[in-house]
């Protein structure tokens, strides 16, 4: 398996799981509904309608990992079930988020 630093510096997409603990090791690809859903540790909502416009357009024209944001994902239900709150994905949303995160980047070259 590759190390982390590979799978950053690499040219492939990458996703993350943003928890209340902070930033997980990257994985290469992009992922599919089952691992997002595995991630969030249950039903996947799409964050981007959420976000407003000031954060998307911030996000859009801000770079992590030298790429761009695909996609953001959280667990639709995470309040309903009263899961902790997420500092770290609060802070990239700008707005109260619970639960754990995924953040899916485009390829290097998208």
């Keep these: 398996m590759a190390e982390d630093s590979e799978i950053i510096l690499g ?8 928890t ?6 990257a994985k290469s690809g ?3 509904l089952a691992q997002i859903q595995e991630a969030v540790d249950g ?3 799409s964050v981007e309608r959420f976000l407003p416009h000031d954060m998307k357009m911030q996000l859009e024209d ?6 761009e944001i695909k996609a953001i994902y959280v667990n639709e239900e995470g309040a309903m079930r ?12 700008g707005f109260h988020v619970v ?3 995924v ?3 485009k390829s290097r070259w998208d």
């Design 43 to 45: 039903y996947v909502q």
């Design 99 to 101: 639960g754990p995160m």
């Design 11 to 18: 040219d492939d997409p990458i996703w993350v799981r943003v």
């Design 103 to 105: 953040i899916a980047f």
């Design 30 to 32: 992009t992922p599919n």
């Design 82 to 93: 009263s899961m902790p709150y997420n500092p770290f994905a609060s802070a990239i949303c």
């Design 20 to 25: 209340e603990f902070g930033i997980e090791n």
């Design 62 to 67: 801000s770079r992590m990992y030298g790429r």
